[in-house]
């Protein structure tokens, strides 16, 4: 038998360029995942989650972190908890079969826990809640009673054991169900007390909550919020996740018009401009909120995977170009923090690379160097 025949299906979906990048990460590092209108991360978080869910990326993990799994000792598992803003988990679903996740299946063992961001964030009424995004009976949320008193409790009291819905656009009630999945995850193992598995939190499009919604006024601060302290509002909630996290993957968008602020600066040389135009207007809250969070969010991460479009346009069998840098939360240190040869160069530091892409139709993804 090759080796290729032993290895899960959804590790044989991840190419070989681009394994190494997607190992997990040291503990309470941020990988962050940018894209622009063309180049969507979907692709790449689902192999991040095949990775991190599959048999022979917990064997990798657990080596290079001296652990072993075995028994009831599940220190090198890793589960992931998956919080999407822009995607149902429909998609999802359907997408990580594609690529050999059966997530419903992945749900039910309590390896796999999804928070529905998209469905149902403005739907007030706990009674008037649609289906669950998840139609496999795995991932299904009980209904909730007619009568069930309008509290805080009800925007999140219907999640079932791996799947949730987001039933409030309030950030208190976003930050506290959250916070209650990756309890959950952390709480569920075999046999008595807390499981020491790891738990991955991937947040896909949590910038859509800078255009959409607004931060409840704190009842210490009179004034509104103003646009800085919108997008540090929001930093504040993703770093109590990541602490009760051992790694964390976010995805943002850097499309010139949302970062009107850093067009052109140096700041923003890592993140390749979508257009050539430069406006010298004021810049719009949204644009200010946005610029803000994805310069916090690239000087904390560990490593920066960004994805666009080619330059010349489109061409039949490339998608786009992705590039793998360092980002501000990389220290090139030893012992814990030296993953991988492939990964990291000559004294631990990161060995930056862009490779061409190429989705295909039957969901499939090549990444090869350029020339190749």
């Given at each position: ?7 899960p ?14 190992q ?50 599940d220190?090198?598992?890793a589960?992931?908890?998956?919080v ?14 594609r690529?050999?996740l ?12 999804f ?15 649609p ?23 009800t ?9 949730s ?22 709480g569920?193992?075999?046999g ?22 607004e ?14 302290k ?8 993703l ?5 009760q ?6 995805t ?26 430069h406006?010298?207007?004021t ?9 803000s ?6 000087h904390?991460?560990?490593?920066i995977i ?64 350029r020339?190749?």
């Amino acid at each position: 038998m090759t080796t290729a025949a032993r290895l899960p299906r959804s590790i044989r979906h991840i190419p070989p360029l681009l394994e190494p990048y997607l190992q997990t990460p040291p503990r309470h590092s941020l990988t962050l995942l940018t894209s622009i209108l063309g180049a969507s991360t979907n692709w790449l978080v689902l192999r991040f989650l095949a990775h991190a869910l599959s048999e022979c990326g917990l064997k990798s993990q657990s080596e290079r972190w001296g652990e072993g799994v075995t028994g009831q000792d599940d220190a090198g598992i890793a589960k992931v908890v998956l919080v999407s803003f822009l995607r149902d988990g429909t998609f999802w679903e359907r997408e990580g079969g594609r690529v050999g996740l059966d997530l419903p299946k992945l749900s039910k063992r309590e390896r796999f826990y999804f928070v529905d961001g998209l469905t149902s964030l403005f739907d007030q009424s706990p009674s008037s809640t649609p289906a669950p995004s998840f139609p496999s009976p795995a991932l299904r949320s009980p209904p909730l009673s007619s009568s069930s008193p309008p509290s805080h409790q009800t925007h999140y009291r219907d999640i079932s054991r791996s799947s949730s819905t987001l039933r409030s656009a309030r950030w208190t009630d976003i930050h506290d169900h959250v916070r209650d999945v990756i309890e959950r995850a952390k709480g569920a193992g075999p046999g008595e007390g807390r499981s020491t598995a790891r738990v991955v939190l991937v947040v896909d499009g949590i910038d859509f909550l800078l255009a959409a919604t607004e931060p409840e006024a704190s009842v210490t601060v009179k004034e509104p919020f103003s646009s800085t302290k919108k997008s540090v509002r929001l930093l504040d909630i993703l770093h109590s996740w990541r602490e009760q996290t051992h790694s964390t993957i976010l995805t943002l968008t850097v499309d010139t018009p949302l970062l009107g602020p850093l067009t052109g600066s140096s700041a923003f040389s890592a993140y390749p401009s979508t257009s050539d135009h430069h406006s010298t207007s004021t810049p719009t809250p949204l644009e200010t909120d946005h610029a803000s969070l994805v310069t916090s969010v690239a000087h904390q991460a560990r490593r920066i995977i960004s994805l666009r479009t080619l330059d010349t346009g489109v061409a039949r069998d490339v998608s786009g170009v992705v590039r793998i840098g360092v980002g501000g939360g990389w220290d090139g240190g030893g012992g814990e923090e030296r993953i991988d040869e492939r990964w990291e160069g000559e004294g631990g530091r990161l060995e930056e690379n862009e490779f061409l892409y190429f989705v295909g139709a039957d969901g499939g993804v090549k990444v090869f160097e350029r020339g190749a």
